[in-house]
């Protein structure tokens, strides 16, 4: 299994230089050269298999036996998945009228990216101690990839997390989760601007070949194909559960499931359209805020941000930038690198692109979307609570929406997919008037000490910030070098 560019520039990479990279040089994302197909026989003995079992399937089409063994492998996905606070680290909850909510956050920051941000970070820290080596983490967050980043990361000898947050437009337990670990390899800023302005001097940073190589520097985000790859075991996992795979007789066409998606950065809509490239029929919704890039390139082939990011109830899918569509871009042109390349530098440089009228048919085939709005979002929360006395997060009541707008044929079974725990969005909870009780760690983090540096709004704030972060890696390496600390307790 070797990996390319999405935009054509690198062949031949094997995971573990994938994983080590983020951005490819060329600007593009990783994916791999060919992508497996599973067969009916495969799927249906892989039914009833727990969710860690399924990841530890699914990694292994894509990370070759010689690069980590099979046990080691499993070995690793096993201890990345302990800490979770239900036996099966994920649940399915069967609520009234055939509306079955996966619920993927019951790891420690309480949001789905704990489950592919832990393994990661043990693949990570596997070939870091292979090899006697460091590497310096650099991750944007939209809320909860840089808690779950310096959750899954605080304390490893080989790592050090930079995590670069939009200040004022997360929660408080989100923010939280980030400022109140104390570890000396875990390092915060708070940025003046959107996750979107984080990303532009991040994306230069990983630019720089020569930081990149001098100080190991490597991305959590879903850019790296580490995450999206784990994350394939979500709507595998959903697959095998919901959709009555099992009683299909031999020989006959599997049955489809449909996934309803909250989609910010695209990253797990991307995921469950590798899973239906694979051979799982998957009918894809990808659900979004009034942050409606993605609804208005599948309608309309409109690829366009607007002139500001909105600022939601749902403030993890607030992004204008879904970079992963490249991934699904890619995909659709039959891996036409010039083609791809051609559309993202458009797009980064003008914040625009209409999509050729063949690119938005076929991913107007691919991909179902809707946008949800504030009220909407409420009011999805009081009727969920209404009907099944169970309380959404506003993330998952974007994609619940769906539920109560679209009725669907008994034969279709449908998932919708449940990012965050509403402990992380009491604002969301209280305003839908519900109360919801805040777990105990919850509860423990207002007495936490914080510790995080400011990024300033200046009038030249994007390469300011780049020269911040930039002298703050460079640091850090010198201080591993010497066996020091960064921060004196």
């Not at 009727?383 to 309380?391: A, D, L, M, P, Q």
Request: charge should be negative; aromatic fraction near 8%.
């Amino acid at each position: 299994m070797l990996y390319c560019s999405t935009r054509g520039g690198v062949h031949g990479w094997d995971f573990k230089d994938v994983l080590f990279s983020g951005f490819a040089p060329d600007g593009g994302m990783f994916m791999p050269e060919s992508v497996p197909v599973l067969s009916p026989e495969t799927l249906r003995s892989w039914r009833g298999l727990s969710y860690s079992q399924l990841v530890v399937d699914v990694s292994s089409l894509f990370i070759p036996a010689q690069l980590i063994p099979r046990d080691h492998l499993e070995a690793l996905v096993l201890k990345a998945l302990s800490g979770f606070s239900v036996p099966e680290v994920v649940r399915t909850a069967r609520l009234r009228d055939g509306l079955s909510v996966l619920e993927l956050f019951h790891g420690a920051t309480l949001a789905f990216k704990d489950l592919a941000m832990s393994c990661t970070v043990h693949f990570t820290d596997y070939f870091l101690q292979k090899d006697k080596r460091r590497a310096v983490v650099l991750v944007g967050t939209s809320g909860d990839t840089g808690g779950s980043a310096i959750h899954s990361s605080k304390g490893l000898p080989g790592l050090d997390v930079l995590v670069v947050y939009p200040q004022g437009r997360i929660t408080a337990v989100q923010e939280k989760h980030m400022v109140s670990c104390l570890e000396d390899n875990v390092h915060v800023f708070a940025a003046a601007g959107s996750s979107d302005d984080i990303e532009q001097p991040l994306r230069r940073l990983f630019a720089d070949q020569d930081l990149v190589s001098s100080h190991g520097l490597m991305s959590l985000n879903s850019v790296n194909w580490s995450r999206v790859m784990v994350q394939i075991a979500h709507f595998l996992y959903a697959y095998l559960e919901l959709s009555g795979v099992e009683s299909a007789a031999e020989g006959a066409e599997l049955p489809e499931l449909e996934v309803v998606v909250p989609t910010g950065g695209a990253g797990n809509i991307t995921a469950a359209y590798i899973l239906k490239v694979m051979g799982v029929p998957l009918r894809l919704v990808a659900m979004v805020n009034s942050n409606d890039i993605v609804h208005r390139a599948v309608t309309s082939g409109d690829f366009s941000m607007a002139s500001s990011v909105a600022r939601t109830l749902a403030p993890a899918i607030d992004i204008q930038d879904p970079y992963n569509l490249e991934r699904i871009f890619w995909l659709l042109l039959d891996k036409d690198g010039a083609s791809v390349k051609t559309i993202m530098e458009e797009f980064q440089r003008s914040h625009q692109h209409r999509l050729s009228e063949r690119l938005h048919q076929l991913l107007s085939e691919v991909l179902l979307t809707g946008t949800v709005s504030d009220q909407e979002i409420l009011e999805t929360m009081r009727r969920c609570w209404e009907e099944n006395r169970y309380v959404l997060c506003p993330h998952s009541a974007v994609a619940v929406w769906h539920h109560y707008h679209h009725p669907h044929p008994a034969q279709l079974k449908r998932c919708y997919i449940a990012t965050a725990s509403p402990a992380k969005f009491q604002a969301a909870v209280e305003k839908a008037g519900l109360t919801f009780d805040l777990p105990e760690e919850v509860r423990a983090l207002d007495h936490k000490p914080t510790r995080y540096q400011n990024l300033e709004r200046s009038q030249n704030w994007c390469k300011d910030w780049e020269d911040k972060l930039r002298d703050w890696i460079q640091f850090v390496s010198s201080v591993r070098k010497s066996s020091g600390v960064c921060y004196s307790q």
